[in-house]
C-alpha cells in the first residue's frame, strides 16, 4: 500500500502529530500521498506553490520552519 509506505517513512523520520511537513512539488500521486500520510499522522502539511522560485521558497520554510520538507523530483536541489 503506496499511502501506508510514504506514512510509515514519516514516522520513521520522526514526524509525529503537530509537527509541520512542506510539500514542494507539482500536484501528482507523490503529493497526493503525501498529503494523505501528513493527515494520517496528524502533521500539519504545507503546501508550497511549485511555481515558486527557490528564494521565495527558502525564506517561507525560513518562516516556517518545517520539521521536513518533501521535495517533488523537479524540484531537487533547488533549496539549501
Known amino acids: 500500500d503506496l499511502l501506508r509506505g510514504v506514512s510509515d517513512s514519516l514516522f520513521r523520520d520522526d514526524i509525529r502529530r ?5 510539500i514542494w512539488g ?32 527558502e525564506e517561507i520554510l525560513e518562516r516556517v520552519s518545517p520539521k521536513a520538507t518533501l521535495l517533488g523530483p523537479e524540484h531537487i536541489g533547488r533549496v539549501a
Open 26 to 57: 507539482f500536484n501528482k500521486l507523490n503529493w497526493v500521498l503525501a498529503e494523505l500520510a501528513c493527515t494520517a499522522l496528524g502533521a500539519t502539511s504545507v503546501p508550497l506553490d511549485p511555481r515558486l522560485p527557490s528564494h521565495t521558497v
Open 18 to 22: 503537530g509537527d509541520r511537513v512542506a
